[in-house]
């Protein structure tokens, strides 16, 4: 939950205690500055109490994340903040703080961010992005795949006329991910129909996610080489669902023409071990939003399986 404190007020122009004892003393028993001081105090009160300034009001809204990658996450946190004074007031400076179970992830200032309408409310957008590498680098508890927990913590500074410049502290908390590339290999390769001029067959592929959270396949676009051939290519749009730490097996059909390849090719064929690259990439939903994640396998090697061969064997 966000909170906001009962702001910080900065006096204008105060001075010391001492001074003005010494005043008080050198004017007589008077107390002459210390009544000029309570005269210039009512008529602030007056000139608020007649004109209707107040203090601002500030909340956390909401936190978003509209881009997360392997590499970083960008967050949009929104600051709606509303101002009850007949006149526009300033919002001299935004600081802000990430931080995850007590270590900083990031941290900014924004000066001269803008100004407050008069009787009315703006949100005001702060942007940060997380980069995982740093942040990786910074704590080595924090694995690939996990979900962190983290604290927003934002201090604005606004100056508000007759009161002077206010300090409001707001908090909200929440979680983010650490993305990690799904594994991909080819279990095999399941040949349907064979002729030099066109050879149809299945790839099984395994995905493995090695996530802290579900991810809903939308999109799988690959290319796959066997030795320095690209035997296929295509994009696609089959859904499934990819449990944490889960395994999900998809079949792949495709075609391509023998004699337009290499040696690789034909090993495979002879049913020898064939060394394979497959890349490529993802669309997944998660719990965090939309993810494109790269998948990428080389050095792995595969084999023929006919189609009358049992399926249980591998």
Known sequence: MSSSEEPTVTERGSGSKDKHEDGDKKEGGGGFIE?????IHDIGEK????????????????IHIPHISIHRADIVVDVLIKNPNPVPIPLVDID?????DGRKLVSGLIPDAGTIHARGEETVKIPVSLVFD???????????????????????????????????????????PVPYKPDVDVEKIKFHRFSFEETT???????????DFDLGLNMLQYEMWLGDDQIASAE?????????????????????????????????????????????????????????????????????????DDDDED
């Open 35 to 39: 009544k000029v001081k309570d005269f």
């Open 47 to 62: 000139i608020e109490e007649a004109v209707g300034f107040g203090k601002p009001t500030a909340d956390v809204s909401g």
């Open 96 to 100: 802000y703080l990430i931080d995850s």
């Open 134 to 176: 740093d942040i990786r680098s910074t704590y080595k508890d924090i694995q690939p795949g996990s979900i962190i927990p983290y604290l927003v913590r934002v201090v604005l500074l606004v100056d508000v006329p007759v009161i002077g410049r206010i300090k409001i502290p707001l908090e909200k908390s929440g979680e983010v």
């Open 201 to 211: 067959a299945t790839l099984h592929l395994k995905l493995e996610n090695k996530n």
């Open 236 to 308: 696609l749009t089959e859904t499934a669902k990819i449990e944490k730490q889960g395994i999900t097996r998809m079949e792949v059909p495709f075609s391509f023409r023998p004699k337009d390849f290499g040696s690789a090719v034909w090993d495979m064929i002879r049913g020898r071990g064939t060394g394979y690259t497959i890349k490529g990439k993802i669309d997944v939903d998660t719990p965090f939003g939309n993810m494109k994640l790269p998948i990428s396998k080389e050095g792995g090697t595969t084999r023929i399986k006919k189609d009358d």
